[in-house]
């Protein structure tokens, strides 16, 4: 590969997420929801504590089936507090929970991918930054999206994080031009 974009550094498993997950279109429900937990369980932390400790939380979360955790209850959260494979916050556990209620709300309604891929109207945002103190840590449209997951009852989700989720999962292409990816990833875009 070419040039990365400026955040990615020189640890491998950087490397490999940046290469060949950061900024793919995401189109899955269930992978959408379980990116929006992790920049959730980020907020306060960098992401690298959270992408070696991925498969942990994958293990301690059933996959992160929203369906299975919907059901889970203060035992569960008791249990996940004492795991120390995953960031042991009860409060960003608890809304795990939560938001895994919210999601099934929400997705039987709309579908939790169709309500994030309308705000693009099933389309990536294409961004063109050719530098990284160009790219914001939050936009109106984060902002927007934000508030609006909180109304449907998520929480942990606010514009900062929503945006680091929009970037991660696609539906915003924030690679930098100057990145083999940027256009890697435009070329993986199709409507929803």
Avoid at 41 to 55: E, H, M, N, P, V
Avoid at 56 to 69: E, Y
Avoid at 79 to 86: A, E, K, Y
Avoid at 126 to 155: C, E
Wanted: aromatic content about 12%; overall charge negative.
């Amino acid at each position: 590969m070419g040039e990365r974009c400026g955040w990615v550094g020189l640890e491998p498993i950087y490397v490999d997420y940046h290469d060949t997950e950061w900024g793919v279109p995401e189109y899955d429900p269930r992978a959408l929801w379980e990116k929006l937990i992790l920049d959730g369980f980020q907020a306060g932390l960098s992401w690298i504590t959270i992408l070696k400790k991925r498969d942990n939380f994958r293990s301690a979360f059933a996959g992160f089936d929203p369906n299975a955790i919907a059901e889970w209850g203060p035992e569960d959260v008791d249990r996940l507090v004492q795991d120390p494979g995953i960031i042991r916050h009860r409060g960003k556990i608890e809304a795990t929970i939560k938001n895994a209620r919210a999601y099934q709300e929400l997705h039987q309604t709309v579908g939790f991918d169709r309500f994030l891929w309308n705000y693009f109207d099933g389309v990536p945002l294409q961004n063109r930054f050719t530098q990284q103190s160009d790219v914001p840590a939050y936009t109106a449209l984060s902002t927007q999206i934000s508030k609006d997951l909180k109304a449907h009852g998520f929480t942990f989700c606010g514009p900062t994080i929503v945006y680091a989720f929009l970037e991660a999962t696609g539906l915003v292409n924030d690679h930098l031009t100057t990145c083999d990816r940027h256009a890697e990833c435009a070329a993986m875009a199709r409507p929803i």
